[in-house]
């Protein structure tokens, strides 16, 4: 017979693979964002804010995705969030150089999304 324990270590981990799975599925909302934002970089008009918003994206999959046991998303994000974070106060300047990497990176990343579903 269970345990008193072993039966809430058992809904516990029910209750992570929920967590888990609805993570895995808002994988999906993020790979378009970031995905939209991607096409965004280079553009003059809108490449600051692109690259604000997915520094913004990568800090919050960085910290989720390796929690869920997404380990590679995890990784790539963190990757872009620290490549990104010195020019937090402001993203104009990032050069074109610095686009074509970060745009190498987002690749990477939108990849190891889009292998979750």
Known sequence: MLSQLQKQRAIDMDEL???????????KDRHQVLQDLSGQLGN???????????????????GSASLYGF???GELSQK???F???F???FTQVSEDMTLE????????????????
């Open 102 to 117: 970060v745009k190498k990176m987002l690749t990477e990343l939108l990849s190891a999304i889009g292998s979750q579903f």
């Open 17 to 27: 693979e929920e967590l888990k799975n609805s993570f895995r599925l808002s994988m």
């Open 88 to 90: 937090r106060e402001d």
């Open 80 to 82: 872009l969030d620290l």
């Open 71 to 73: 380990v590679e998303v």
């Open 44 to 62: 003059e008009n809108g490449s600051a804010a692109a690259c604000r918003e997915i520094h913004f994206q990568a800090h919050k999959l960085a």
């Open 84 to 86: 990104l974070y010195p």
